[in-house]
């Protein structure tokens, strides 16, 4: 038995590839060491290709180019409204900040509770100012009814991305 390449190895394999056998290949392929790893090798890699081919079920082309074309269309979409939503975010912030800015200048009353807070932070032995009560319970409704939905509304609209 030789080690090197046969003379016979080319139609052992378009043999098993046939399917077509004769009996002199038989016979040599009992003899023949490297065409019997010739065959071997080529009977598993026809074997492979058989299972490949029965397992590679492609999907419609018709439904691939579907679904790429709307993803190319959403993307469009998403990048023409970008603008729209930016617009509306700062449509949002501006109106928290005229609220906000109308409560403080609007109200003297806003401006003399913060001072009489901060003054009662300073010294801690200040007493409270009449009237803070009332007031205290007017700027909580103002910021549960109004700056609170405001908020969550710019938060919402800051998270659609």
Not at 31 to 46: G, Q, T
Not at 138 to 158: N, R
Request: aromatic share 10%; hydrophobic share 50%.
């Amino acid at each position: 038995m030789k080690n090197g390449p046969c003379t016979f190895e080319e139609k052992i394999a378009d043999a098993i590839r046939s399917g077509d056998w004769n009996d002199a290949l038989l016979a040599h392929l009992a003899d023949c060491r490297s065409c019997e790893e010739v065959a071997l090798a080529s009977s598993y890699l026809c074997e492979s290709s058989r299972i490949a081919d029965v397992n590679s079920i492609l999907p419609d082309p018709g439904r691939i180019w579907w679904k790429a074309q709307l993803l190319a269309k959403a993307d469009a979409m998403e990048k023409a409204l970008r603008p729209i939503l930016w617009a509306r975010r700062f449509a949002f912030g501006v109106c928290v900040a005229v609220i906000v800015a109308a409560i403080v200048m609007g109200s003297s009353g806003v401006g003399k509770f913060l001072a009489g807070f901060a003054g009662s932070v300073a010294h801690r032995n200040v007493p409270a100012s009449p009237g803070h009560d009332g007031f205290l319970l007017l700027l909580t409704a103002v910021f549960l009814l109004i700056l609170l939905p405001l908020v969550f509304g710019l938060y919402a609209a800051w998270s659609e991305d």
